[in-house]
């Protein structure tokens, strides 16, 4: 069956970074785009970034552009996520999800991040 399992997560200050990983199982990885997805506290589903089957396209948030990296390594079935200049505003539980153009068909159980001092 489909897994995808987030991890990397933690409580880091303003200013900081953190690397997450999605590591994909029972599909064959390298035929899909896969995102990052985050939900903030009482809030909403927020796309974050997106990348093709082969790593070349990518697309990230604006509110993210310039701090976060979208990144995978089909041969290890991994799916990351670079963040660097972390503010508050980020703090959130993170997904990994499967699929494009918001037609996300599998998920992962989420990797929550903290900002905060």
């Known amino acids: 069956q489909v897994q995808l399992v987030e991890s990397g997560g933690g409580l880091v200050q303003p200013g900081g970074s953190l690397r997450l990983s999605c590591a994909a199982s029972?599909?064959?990885?390298?035929?899909?785009?896969l995102n990052w997805v985050r939900q903030a506290p009482g809030k909403g589903l927020e796309w974050v970034s997106v990348i093709n089957s082969n790593g070349g396209v990518t697309y990230l948030q604006d509110s993210v552009k310039g701090r976060f990296a979208i990144s995978r390594d089909n041969a290890k079935n991994s799916l990351y996520l670079q963040m660097n200049s972390l503010k508050p505003e980020d703090t959130a539980l993170y997904y990994c999800a499967r699929g494009n153009d918001g037609a996300w068909d599998y998920w992962g159980q989420g990797t929550q991040v903290t900002v905060s001092s």
């Open positions: 029972g599909f064959t990885f390298r035929n899909y785009w």
